[in-house]
């Protein structure tokens, strides 16, 4: 039997591409389920139907394909969209909702990639989201690790990798000055260790927030 909270807990990942998100948010929904906790792994941009289809328009093709302006407002859609659908309802239903990056990644990679765009992004945020998560978990890496891993899955989705280096690094410290900008939610977690190593500081501090 699982059990429901009183309120839902919303854990977000963030970190560059490659750092081991996606294998931390797996692990940990699964140690929570095995401990009897309602789960919802989703991940962004996707998450819902709706942006799951925003999500093939944003990360393939060609990387000049939208300027940054543009793809702001499809991250965004895509987002409304996944929250009305996914993420609200099972907050409102007391379950914990582990995202694979949210609204972090729009402040980096859009706010920050190209330009300084941050005051539109938090405008926009304002505007259409509002929710932040109860807690981040930033998997901090170094960039060339990063992108070697990222690139040795050999996906269709690699307009953002290939951006290159340069960005990973711009990306990794743009991270960490987030993480002290949103200090009461944020938890910054070293990515450049083995699997399990990592996946325990995870489960450790998901932990702690819902006690
Ligand atoms: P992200 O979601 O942050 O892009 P992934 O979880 O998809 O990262 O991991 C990228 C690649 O690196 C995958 O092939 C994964 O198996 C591998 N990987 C993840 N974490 C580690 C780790 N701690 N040490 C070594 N390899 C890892
Ligand atoms: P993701 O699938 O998490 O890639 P990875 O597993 O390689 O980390 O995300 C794909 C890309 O989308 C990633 O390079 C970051 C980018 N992105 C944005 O630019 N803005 C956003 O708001 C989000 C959620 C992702």
């Not at 919303?10 to 560059?16: A, H, K, Q």
């Not at 929904?29 to 792994?41: I, M, S, Y």
């Not at 930033?138 to 690699?158: F, H, N, Y």
């Not at 290939?162 to 743009?174: H, P, T, V």
Request: hydrophobic letters at 40%; glycine letters at 8%; one cysteine or more.
């Amino acid at each position: 039997m699982t059990t429901p909270l009183a309120k839902g807990l919303f854990l977000t990942f963030e970190g560059i591409d490659g750092s081991g998100k996606s294998t931390q948010c797996r692990l940990l929904a699964e140690a929570l389920q095995a401990q009897g906790r309602d789960v919802v792994l989703t991940r962004e941009p996707g998450g819902s139907k709706g942006a799951e289809e925003i999500r093939s328009l944003v990360l393939e093709g060609d990387p000049d394909r939208w300027s940054a302006e543009t793809e702001l407002l499809l991250f965004t859609a895509a987002r409304r969209d996944h929250l009305e659908r996914t993420i609200e309802p099972a907050l409102a239903a007391g379950k914990v909702v582990i995202c694979d990056r949210f609204a972090d990644s729009t402040r980096m990679y859009q706010g920050l990639s190209r330009g300084d765009l941050r005051a539109t992004v938090d405008k926009l945020h304002k505007l259409m989201i509002t929710r932040e998560p109860d807690l981040t978990l930033l998997i901090d890496m170094d960039p060339e690790v990063g992108l070697s891993r990222a690139k040795g899955r050999q996906t269709s989705e690699e307009r953002f990798e290939d951006f290159g280096i340069e960005l990973q690094q711009k990306m990794r410290a743009g991270f960490l000055a987030l993480a002290q900008e949103f200090a009461p939610r944020f938890r910054v977690i070293d990515g450049n260790r083995p699997v399990d190593t990592v996946a325990a500081e995870v489960l450790a501090t998901a932990q702690a927030a819902l006690s």
